[in-house]
């Protein structure tokens, strides 16, 4: 996935690399212009986020060194208009993940459409 005009901007950030590593062969399959940057906690997620200026955060929630739900209220408060998608395998997180500025709130393991849609939606044109 190459960084080109068009390209949507994604930071994964999950400690679990098989996950990261999962979500990218996903997204490879299926996405066309999209360019994927990977952080293994929330702090890295800011870092990059700062950095990098991405479309959208895919965000796990408990992860070393700063939680999802922390590192999301902060990437909202400094940059807006990044989209945060929060993505854990617990239900229990969504109101949390929801008053810190998540846009969106997945339970991972669900459809591959849902996942593609939640994130893309919003930022895929047609040429």
Known sequence: ???TPNTIRLLIADDNAATRAATIALLEASVRRATVFQAANGEEAIRLAETLQPDVVLMDVQ???MDGIAATQRI???????RVVVHTIYPFHR???LA??????LIKGGSTDALLTTLFSDLITTD
């Open 100 to 105: 810190a500025g998540a846009d969106e709130f």
């Open 76 to 82: 909202k408060q400094r940059w807006p208009a990044i």
């Open 1 to 3: 996935m190459n960084d």
């Open 95 to 97: 109101n949390a993940a």
């Open 63 to 65: 992860m070393p060194l």
